[in-house]
């Protein structure tokens, strides 16, 4: 008697999504997409290349690498004296943007 238990298998390991990781690695491309979308939306107050004095405006160049969901919610609903970005950006964009500063510019990917 044999009973279809290798199909309940394979339905269980299509399930087993594959989860994010932390401390991050960062895709290139994304990097890239981010860095773009960092100088349309962010540079005219976090500073080229995220260069600021860091007095006024935070410095994402020491953002923590391993607080991806604070960046998220910060960038989303603002913080302080940044403004929200959640009309303006979509979540690829802001994913691109953690990939552009949660790997200091593309120096720790
Ligand atoms: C109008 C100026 C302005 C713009 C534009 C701006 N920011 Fe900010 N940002 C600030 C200021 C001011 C703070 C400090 C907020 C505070 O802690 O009071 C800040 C803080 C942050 C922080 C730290 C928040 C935390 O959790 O402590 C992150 C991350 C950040 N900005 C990312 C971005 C990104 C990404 C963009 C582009 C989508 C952006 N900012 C655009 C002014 C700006």
């Not at 044999?2 to 399930?15: D, E, R, S, V």
Request: glycine share 10%; net charge positive; charged share 20%.
């Amino acid at each position: 008697m044999h009973k279809p238990l290798m199909w309940l298998c394979g339905a269980a390991l299509i399930g087993a999504a594959h989860a994010q990781t932390n401390p991050p690695t960062f895709d290139l491309a994304a990097i890239e997409k981010g860095r773009e979308q960092y100088h349309r939306t962010c540079a005219q107050c976090h500073g080229r290349n995220m260069v600021n004095a860091g007095t006024t405006v935070y410095d994402l160049r020491r953002f923590p690498q391993d607080q991806p969901d604070r960046f998220t919610q910060s960038v989303v609903n603002g913080k302080g004296n940044m403004p929200s970005f959640k009309e303006a950006l979509d979540m690829q964009a802001v994913q691109a943007l953690w990939a552009y500063v949660g790997s200091r510019g593309g120096k720790e990917p």
